[in-house]
């Protein structure tokens, strides 16, 4: 499965970024598809995901302000970041496991997209 991340940006505190991430796998509506990101000098860290029948957890940090979608047609999932903040800078990256838990340990997912750079500046 390959996974493609884009949508990645530069935006002002406060604003909003779509992140996107395209599956090739055949088996997308059966997997489920989360985020994660890495600002430097920190360990990778769930920030949200998705199952195929659409349940969608979120970690702590996110209060409110992103939401996760899929399009299991067109094999996308979405990343949509609002009220950004400078701490949300970092890299950002799409992952996909097969079953239907979302799961917050990076070992639990089997692909991974290559990442789309975040810049929220104060």
């Known amino acids: 499965v390959q996974l493609q991340a884009f949508g990645g940006g530069s935006v002002q505190a406060g604003g909003s970024l779509r992140l996107s991430c395209h599956s090739s796998g055949d088996s997308f509506s059966l997997n489920t598809m989360s985020w994660f990101r890495q600002a430097p000098g920190k360990e990778r860290e769930f920030v949200g995901g998705?199952?195929?029948?659409?349940?969608?957890d979120y970690a702590d940090f996110v209060m409110g302000r992103f939401t996760i979608s899929r399009d299991n047609v067109g094999k996308t999932v979405a990343l949509e970041m609002n009220k950004l903040k400078p701490e949300d800078s970092a890299v950002y990256y799409c992952?996909?496991?097969?079953?239907?838990?979302?799961?917050?340990?990076?070992?639990?997912?089997?692909?991974w997209g290559q990442g789309t750079q975040v810049t929220v500046s104060s």
């Open positions: 992952a996909s496991k097969k079953g239907s838990n979302v799961l917050q340990e990076t070992s639990s997912y089997s692909d």
């Open positions: 998705i199952s195929w029948i659409g349940f969608a």
